[in-house]
Structures are given as structure tokens and as C-alpha cells.
């Protein structure tokens, strides 16, 4: 079975400074996705980012990236340039590609950026 | 398009009620997916359906808990019998295609419904 660890509960971050959040999965399947969500106050889950596990180049959507480390499975994001709407919980999550359906999460990173 | 809609948003229930949670999907979505969230924890999955169909509940508590997505109407999750410890966040989620082969990137969350139980 998979499992995602997310080992932050909690981070905190200045306004246009930069951080990391940290996540770790166990797997023996070699095709899956990973995605980071964010679930801010609202409790709305939106899609942050996501990787295919084939894919060897990082993804990036706009002030988000994420360090993809296969042999490691490792897989952390990074917000530049943090904003006041960063302001959320942050989900780690694995889909393994071979079939299965579900989403599996991570416990979650509260992310709190200060002004 | 509305999104997934979900409701009640908020739902209070004494112990030994039923629940009823409700998830319209997004237009033109036939797979819809049940997730709970407890208190502190990541979501978890619970069932996974289509029209008329459920594709894998391997994720549902084994008494009190169903779930159905007629083919007309919305996905509906049912609780019997509450008790305190069912107290969580709901989620349901759409999409067009399998997750597996639309790599989850059009797998579209609704807000979630928030059952309490006193």
C-alpha cells in the first residue's frame, strides 16, 4: 500500500520570501502521479501542481515548483515569493497510474505567511 | 459551469440519526469520488462510482455508510446510525475520465459538507 508523510505540520513564511514543504512516499509501483493541493480556509481543495512519475524535468506552475526526487521519493514544493493568499493547508497526494482510483493524501502542511 | 456542488455545507445530527450528504458533479462528469476528513488528517478515500455503478468501496466503513450516483440526480452518501465519531469533513469530487488516465488533473473538488454530530 502507499503512504505519503508529510513531516510539517505546521510552517510559517514572510510575505515575498520563499519556502519549502516537505513530503515523502512509499511506493513500489513505478508509474504514478503526485500532486500537491491547497486547502485554504474555505476548505475548497484546489490542484497546486502536479508530476509524472516518467518525467524527469521538475514542474513548475508559475511561483510553484516541486523537487522531484524519484530514487528518493521525495517530493517538495517550493513557493516563491509568498503571498498572503498562500495562507492554507497543504496536501500531498499520490495516484498510482496502474489502475487504482484513489487519491492517497499526506496529513497535511499548515502554511501560515505573514505579512 | 457551477462545479461540483455539495450540500448541506453544514449538517448537525444527534447520535443514532441518519446523514444524507448530496454531490451534484460537474457537467458532463460521470466518475464521482467520496472522501472523508477527519480533524487534523489528510482526506481519505471512501467510495469511487459511475452512473448506477459502484466501482470501488473499498474505502467505506463496512456497516452504516452507502453510497449510490443514480442515473438521474445526484451522488448521495448515507449514514446511519450516526455517532460522534463520524464527525468529519465530506468531499466529493468529479471527473470526465479515471483519474488513473487523466492523471487527477481534471478531477474537479467540491467545498465539502461538515457533519457534526452531537
Known amino acids: 500500500a502507499q503512504t505519503v508523510t508529510q513531516s510539517q505540520p505546521e510552517m510559517s513564511v514572510q510575505e515575498a520570501e520563499t519556502v519549502t514543504l516537505s513530503c515523502t512516499y512509499d511506493?513500489?509501483?513505478?508509474?504514478?502521479?503526485l500532486f500537491w493541493y491547497k486547502q485554504p480556509p474555505s476548505r475548497q481543495m484546489i490542484l497546486v501542481i502536479r508530476?509524472?512519475?516518467?518525467?524527469?524535468q521538475n514542474a513548475t506552475e508559475n511561483r510553484f515548483s516541486v523537487n522531484f526526487q524519484k530514487a528518493a521519493k521525495s517530493f517538495s514544493l517550493k513557493i516563491s515569493d509568498s503571498q498572503l493568499g498562500d495562507t492554507a493547508m497543504y496536501f500531498c497526494a499520490f495516484l498510482y497510474q496502474g489502475g487504482s482510483e484513489k487519491l492517497v493524501f499526506g496529513k497535511g502542511t499548515k502554511l501560515t505567511v505573514n505579512p | 459551469n457551477a462545479g461540483v456542488m455539495q450540500n448541506p455545507r453544514h449538517l448537525v445530527r444527534r447520535r443514532g440519526q441518519e446523514a444524507r450528504l448530496r454531490c451534484s458533479p460537474m457537467?458532463?462528469?460521470?466518475?464521482v469520488y467520496w472522501y472523508r476528513q477527519l480533524p487534523e488528517e489528510g482526506l481519505k478515500f471512501m467510495v469511487y462510482l459511475q452512473k448506477e455503478n459502484i466501482i470501488d468501496e473499498s474505502g467505506m466503513p463496512k456497516e452504516r455508510f452507502s453510497a449510490e450516483f443514480p442515473k438521474e440526480g445526484p451522488s448521495i452518501l448515507r449514514i446511519q446510525q450516526v455517532v460522534r465519531g463520524d464527525s468529519a469533513a465530506y468531499f466529493c469530487?468529479?471527473?470526465?475520465?479515471?483519474?488513473?488516465?487523466?492523471?487527477?488533473?481534471?478531477?474537479?473538488f467540491g467545498a465539502g459538507s461538515r457533519l457534526t454530530v452531537l
Open positions: 508530476q509524472e512519475a516518467y518525467k524527469q
Open positions: 511506493t513500489s509501483e513505478n508509474n504514478y502521479y
Open positions: 457537467k458532463g462528469h460521470s466518475h
Open positions: 469530487a468529479s471527473s470526465h475520465d479515471p483519474p488513473a488516465l487523466s492523471g487527477a488533473n481534471v478531477l474537479t
